[in-house]
């Protein structure tokens, strides 16, 4: 499974775009690049997938190079409520039984 | 999206009982759910990986005999905390995955178990 690298802690202001970072450079082929959100005392929380290019939904995008070796979450204009772990996860789409495996995660402290 | 859940919420338990944790797939069938444990400010580590009629895979370092799981229907995974002690407390939580759907697969989580060992 490919192993990702995020950066441990990062701090935004009310309102501002925040862009973290995951390196991922031994991907694979049929690894699909998942970000899951996480609360304090919660199970994480599916923000977005992709594979290549750009991927829109209503809460977040996500930015892929053609290498594939990194990608980026956006997170637009957040709140407060955006405090959180976000963790990014590469995995193989195809193989069901693949479970996920999780990295330390990038912990976001929004300050008002 | 599909929901998971998980029962109990959390869980106060003495030193040597046994904790039963269900994991429900509520809106979807799940051939393979995943348990994994969080201690505080950690990451989750896989425990386990649940496969629906057959005995679950366990992760390296994690003691079959202790951890207990049942994967007896398409919906429902239970782990088991055998002889529990302090150093058991942590946060369980339950994962299973979704097939092709809407462009994506991915796996849903349950709220997970906070489990206490007195």
């Known amino acids: 499974l490919a192993k990702t690298t995020q950066p441990i802690s990062m701090d935004s202001y009310e309102g501002q775009e925040v862009n973290i970072t995951c390196s991922h450079n031994n991907i694979a082929t049929n690894d699909y690049i998942t970000w899951y959100q996480q609360f304090p005392s919660q199970g994480p929380r599916f923000i977005i997938q992709?594979?290549?290019t750009k991927v829109t939904n209503e809460v977040a995008s996500l930015f892929i190079p053609a290498d594939r070796k990194s990608s980026t979450l956006s997170l637009p204009r957040v709140s407060l409520s955006d405090t959180a772990v976000y963790y990014c996860?590469?995995?193989?789409?195809?193989?069901?039984?693949?479970?996920?495996?999780f990295g330390k995660g990038t912990r976001l402290s929004v300050i008002a | 999206g599909a929901v998971v859940s998980q029962h109990p919420s959390w869980v106060i338990c003495k030193s040597g009982t046994s904790v039963k944790i269900e994991c429900r797939s509520l809106d979807f069938q799940a051939t393979t759910m995943f348990w994994y444990r969080q201690f505080p400010k950690q990451s989750l580590m896989l425990m386990a990986t649940s496969n629906e009629g057959s005995k679950a895979t366990y992760e390296q370092g994690v003691e079959k005999d202790k951890f207990l799981i049942n994967h007896a229907s398409l919906t429902l995974s239970t782990l088991t905390v055998t002889s529990a002690h302090p150093e058991d407390s942590s946060f369980y939580i339950c994962?299973?995955?979704?097939?092709?759907?809407?462009?994506?697969?991915?796996?849903?989580f349950g709220p997970g178990t906070r489990l206490l060992v007195l």
């Open positions: 994962s299973a995955r979704l097939g092709w759907t809407s462009g994506q697969e991915t796996q849903y």
């Open positions: 992709g594979y290549k």
């Open positions: 996860l590469v995995g193989d789409k195809i193989s069901g039984n693949t479970p996920l495996v």
